[in-house]
């Protein structure tokens, strides 16, 4: 086998592993989660067009199950079919640490976080969605549920300038409860790893929460859990159109930083509204 088909034949390296049959089998469970368990109020999907592509960007809450994540991709589904086009960009290290799991993700559409992954979903006419915080964002402090957080990752500003797709935020009230993060012991933890203590499976977690949340009430770690059946708000924002597309624009550094932090205030503002509208 060359090398460029076993990078194709590893799970998250290929387009083609989406299979909307899978995806249909998955739809009694997320709508079972989505009207019961969540019990979601949502809004907002008139900002995504019925056709074409968007670059969907979210702030996701709640460890490594997203509830809020898997929400909007149920509503996606249900609204739009099976069909329509979207990859997901999911964090290296799940392929590495739930191979199994990542088999799942890919053929729900999930690829690997890569800028070539990313292209060429685009290039192929589909949508993507990415969460740019990262783990620094689903695992971010309890006192920070209502605080955007992308972690100051760009890449994402660069993909939507270079290809002239319009950025689509989302965002959500109410995951962030289903886990109750204290703390982050990040800092402690990787003063031990340049000590000599070696990371778990060899990877590098970015975040040592300690957290209450089910199964395990105390948690120390980004370990899965179960998430509390909390209300989950979600909304889709309106697209973000900036003055400049272009190759040029998106290798512009003051640029790029320009409209990453004109994402990050647009977000803010839609996400206060949002906890305004709840809270009240």
């Not at 960007?57 to 898997?70: E, I, K, Y």
């Not at 999911?90 to 999930?110: D, F, S």
């Not at 969605?129 to 500003?157: E, S, T, W």
């Not at 949340?213 to 909390?230: D, F, K, R, S, T």
Request: with cysteine; aromatic share 10%.
């Amino acid at each position: 086998m060359s090398k460029k088909s076993d990078l194709v034949a590893r799970p998250g390296w290929s387009l083609d592993q989406r299979n909307p049959q899978v995806i249909q089998l998955f739809m009694p469970l997320w709508e079972w989660l989505y009207r019961y368990y969540f019990r979601v109020q949502t809004s907002g999907w008139h900002h995504i067009p019925p056709q074409g592509q968007v670059l969907l960007v979210g702030s996701h809450n709640g460890g490594l199950v997203a509830p809020d994540m898997v929400m909007m991709m149920y509503d996606w589904f249900r609204r739009f079919g099976t069909e329509r086009p979207v990859y997901g960009l999911m964090h290296p290290c799940v392929w590495k640490a739930a191979p199994r799991v990542a088999h799942l993700a890919a053929e729900t559409g999930a690829v690997v976080a890569h800028p070539k992954m990313a292209i060429a979903a685009l290039r192929k006419g589909a949508s993507v969605l990415v969460y740019p915080g990262g783990a620094k964002d689903v695992f971010r402090l309890h006192a920070l549920r209502h605080k955007i957080c992308l972690a100051g990752n760009q890449a994402f500003i660069k993909l939507a300038l270079g290809h002239n797709v319009p950025i689509v935020p989302l965002i959500s009230y109410g995951a962030h409860d289903t886990l109750i993060v204290l703390a982050n012991l990040y800092q402690q933890v990787r003063q031990l790893h340049e000590w000599g203590m070696p990371w778990f499976l060899d990877i590098d977690p970015e975040v040592f929460p300690i957290y209450l949340g089910l199964p395990w009430g105390l948690a120390i770690g980004p370990l899965p859990n179960i998430p509390l059946p909390v209300t989950i708000h979600t909304r889709v924002c309106p697209p973000i159109i900036f003055e400049r597309y272009g190759r040029e624009a998106a290798h512009d550094g003051d640029y790029v930083e320009d409209c990453y932090n004109l994402v990050c205030e647009k977000m803010q503002q839609e996400l206060d509204n949002l906890v305004q509208a709840v809270e009240a």
